[in-house]
């Protein structure tokens, strides 16, 4: 009797999700091949295998499992703070009393590769073109990012959120961005969007357009409250600590104000930083949605993406996994698949001149220059610029504007 292949698997869709846990596996590899060294000799930036998951498991008590906020302090917002706990308690459940920092890496990186498996699965079901699908199954973020921090959470929030104000369920929509902004803040930039497009969408009585955004507005906050309120309420000093930090801190080594300070252009201070970045990204997302207003009236959504793309620049801080913010975005508006290919590129490059330049200092090799760091930040921040032109004036893809 011979073996054959089941005939009633659609291998299409299958190969698309064998692709995604090879992709997953490549991210453990990437981050877990320097477990056996206990991070000597620099090799968490030579190798790149640096992630945040393994100081947190000493440095803010998961291993004790004491609860963020009310027993120790956590710098993420509430929702990430809660994931960080959840998936700390699996670890020492699964491992008991010999858990430790890598076990809790492994945890971390299977619930990300879980949350990019729900992203993978929300954009099947919403039909989007095979090419694009094949880039997040494959996505060379993924493997840099997986096992690096938290972001995935708020990531596939804000795809759900883009999805539901595809389908238009704004209401549900907002409800989506808001809970993503209880777990990392960038979602929020899609409210106003969401909002925008219930007042002149479309032709509806001005009652019911009105009455539409303070339902989405009610759904957001709402969302967004159900989190933090609790937490804020009990714990104000340690819930509070986020907005702080993101206020007082001077930024990170590829953020544009960094780069153009310590390569001599322009010098300025915290403060400066904090008003600069505030009123480009004001000015920058003004133009964004006057440019677009008559193309994109309809669907004002998709300009998520180019509202993020921009707020990544014109922000104090750009650490290296904010690309994993931008990404499955770009799959799903870029106009053309090319440019994003190029922001790859420069994430890729950004990736290991940031952490070589930390190799540097600690006198590893290989080693950057501030100068590689800005020549691989700026070719990402063209790319970034290009799609962010390509945004406004192209139209969205195709398989966008289909309603499921």
């Known amino acids: 009797m011979g073996w054959a292949l089941p005939r009633d698997v659609n291998w299409r869709v299958a190969s698309l999700w064998i692709a995604l846990v090879f992709t997953i596996g490549a991210g453990w590899l990437f981050k877990g091949h320097c477990l056996p060294g206990g991070w000597t000799d620099a090799e968490q930036y030579t190798t790149g295998c640096y992630n945040d998951v393994m100081p947190f498991w000493h440095g803010r008590e998961v291993a004790e499992g004491k609860i963020p906020y009310f027993q120790t302090r956590m710098e993420y917002p509430v929702l990430t703070g809660a994931q960080i706990w959840v998936e700390g308690a699996t670890t020492r459940l699964l491992f008991g009393h010999r858990a430790r920092d890598g076990h809790f890496l492994g945890v971390v990186t299977i619930a990300n590769g879980l949350l990019a498996a729900l992203v993978l699965w929300l954009l099947l079901r919403a039909g989007m073109d095979e090419n694009r699908l094949w880039g997040w199954a494959l996505a060379p973020p993924l493997i840099l990012y997986v096992g690096h921090n938290w972001d995935m959470a708020a990531a596939a929030l804000a795809v759900a959120a883009l999805l539901l104000a595809r389908e238009g369920r704004l209401v549900p929509a907002a409800a989506a961005a808001g809970l993503g902004t209880a777990a990392k803040l960038f979602p929020v930039l899609a409210l106003p969007l969401i909002g925008l497009g219930a007042l002149f ?14 339902a989405l507005s009610a759904a957001a906050i709402g969302a967004w409250g159900l989190v933090n309120l609790p937490v804020a309420w009990f714990a104000p000093e340690n819930w509070s600590e986020f907005y ?23 010098f300025t201070w915290i403060e400066d930083r904090n008003r600069y970045a505030a009123i480009a990204f004001v000015l920058g997302t003004t133009l964004i949605v006057a440019l677009s207003w008559r193309q994109h009236r309809t669907h004002l959504w998709v300009l998520f993406t180019p509202v993020l793309a921009w707020f990544m620049l014109t922000n104090k801080v750009y650490s290296p996994q904010f690309d994993l913010w931008l990404y499955p975005l770009l799959l799903m508006t870029a106009p053309r698949l090319w440019p994003v290919g190029l922001f790859v590129l420069g994430d890729l490059g950004t990736y290991f001149a940031e952490f070589w330049w930390f190799a540097g200092m600690e006198h590893g090799w290989p080693a950057t220059s501030y100068i590689h760091i800005a020549l691989a930040a700026g070719f990402r921040a063209v790319a970034m610029l290009w799609i962010i032109g390509e945004c406004v004036l192209r139209d969205p893809p195709e398989w966008l504007l289909r309603r499921g």
């Open 201 to 214: 969408g479309d032709a509806r009585p001005w009652r019911e357009r009105l009455l539409r955004a303070a």
């Open 244 to 266: 702080r930090f993101s206020q007082e801190r001077q930024g990170t080594a590829a953020a544009s104000w960094e780069i153009f300070s310590n390569m001599g252009w322009w």
